[in-house]
T-cell receptor, first 112, second 113 residues
Framework: NAGVTQTPKFQVLKTGQSMTLQCAQD?????MYWYRQDPGMGLRLIYY???????DKGEVPNGYNVSRLNKREFSLRLESAAPSQTSVYFC???????????FGEGSRLTVL | GQQLNQSPQSMFIQEGEDVSMNCTSS?????WLWYKQDPGEGPVLLIA?????ELTSNGRLTAQFGITRKDSFLNISASIPSDVGIYFC?????????????FGPGTRLSVLP
């Protein structure tokens, strides 16, 4: 049972480059989330998708875009990476009404 | 953004000791969650609590959902070296747009042999 799978696990970008972080869950969950985790800042919500076909901004959406490709997959795109986007990114998912949030293993992004 | 208050921030204990940490908020939550995060890994869900006053155990871990719905605590009994890590609490609410989760800053636990 894979749970929440994120790719890539590590990535180094130069300022201005673009990239997409992929996330897939195999638990038939309705809602999916993208968080970033920075030292001293805790987990901050970037974007979420309450259900297939919907996406909404979270606390720190600037510089990011998302796509809910289908029920399983939720991708996060950085169109023009900036050093301030150096962080660890976590995808998470939950079953609507369930209240239990499950995380992937994280994607560690460095922007030079 | 909103964040939960979690204490202590860090703790150093001897192997075999019991550990207690708590999480408080000014807001009411429907669900309280406790996670453990190892270095380089994602948070792993340890315990989920759904009702005010609920007391739930998972092995040596016991957590309670506060009566006011604004707090929760986690106890670890007879600590072992693999308990080392960061423990996060999270509160969950629900609105018309879906489920919202708020996280504590974490308690860093070190276990001395």
């Amino acid at each position: 049972n894979a749970g929440v799978t994120q790719t890539p696990k590590f990535q180094v970008l130069k300022t201005g480059q673009s990239m997409t972080l992929q996330c897939a869950q195999d638990m038939n969950h309705n809602s999916m989330y993208w968080y970033r985790q920075d030292p001293g800042m805790g987990l901050r919500l970037i974007y979420y998708s309450a259900s297939e076909g919907t996406t909404d901004k979270g606390e720190v959406p600037n510089g990011y875009n998302v796509s809910r490709l289908n029920k399983r997959e939720f991708s996060l795109r950085l169109e023009s990476a900036a050093p301030s986007q150096t962080s660890v990114y976590f995808c998470a998912s939950t079953l609507l009404g369930n209240g239990e949030l499950f995380f992937g293993e994280g994607s560690r992004l460095t922007v030079l | 953004g909103q964040q939960l208050n979690q204490s202590p921030q860090s703790m150093f204990i001897q192997e075999g000791e019991d550990v207690s940490m708590n999480c408080t908020s000014s807001s009411i939550f429907n669900t309280w969650l406790w996670y453990k995060q190892d270095p380089g890994e994602g948070p792993v869900l340890l315990i989920a609590l759904y009702k005010a006053g609920e007391l739930t155990s998972n092995g040596r871990l016991t957590a309670q959902f506060g009566i006011t719905r604004k707090d929760s605590f986690l106890n670890i009994s007879a600590s072992i070296p693999s308990d080392v890590g960061i423990y996060f609490c999270a509160g969950q609410t629900r609105d018309n747009y879906g489920q919202n989760f708020v996280f504590g800053p974490g308690t860093r636990l070190s276990v001395l042999p």
